[in-house]
């Protein structure tokens, strides 16, 4: 094969690979969700925003999420590559990593809502989605200076 020949069949098997995916419907029906999140009046961008759907039983099923633009808006993601949800009833997380800080060991970094609405268990946020396209009603979240101003526990050698 002579060399742009092989550079046009590499182009086209390119382009079919990165098109492939998004032909394929496998999986359940999803609908376009958007929303923004916002902390003390002000937009969160990079916040990570998680819907986890009530009721579910299959360990296996995605839980969609979003990671918000620096206006604090967001776009749902089933998986990589499939945009939505299904419908139904969800409880609502939100962590916000501290892009300033150094990340840990993990890759971690700390979350400026300290944890207010990381686990099921204590966020109060709830999202409804349609079997439609679904604009959420904005997330406001508070940070009360209290919170923002948790002492650090230390061990007994002050570590």
């Not at 966020?123 to 923002?148: D, G, H, I, M, R």
Request: proline share 9%; glycine share 10%; charged share 20%.
């Amino acid at each position: 094969m002579i060399p742009s020949v092989r550079r046009h069949s590499a182009a086209v098997f390119l382009i079919v690979l990165a098109v492939a995916p998004g032909c394929s419907q496998d999986g359940p029906k999803l609908y376009p969700v958007t929303g923004a999140v916002g902390v003390n009046g002000k937009p969160a961008g990079g916040a990570l925003v998680f819907l986890h759907r009530k009721g579910k039983t299959d360990m296996a099923e995605p839980t969609p999420y979003a990671t918000a633009a620096d206006d604090g808006t967001f776009k749902i993601l089933w998986q990589p590559g499939r945009d939505g949800a299904t419908p139904g009833d969800y409880s609502v997380t939100v962590v916000w990593p501290d892009m300033t800080k150094t990340p840990d060991g993990n890759g971690g970094r700390p979350d400026v809502l300290r944890g207010a609405y990381e686990k099921l268990a204590t966020s109060t946020l709830t999202a409804t989605v349609k079997a439609e396209p679904t604009n959420l009603p904005a997330f406001e979240l508070t940070l009360s200076t209290v919170q923002a101003a948790k002492p650090v526990v230390k061990d007994r050698n002050n570590k």
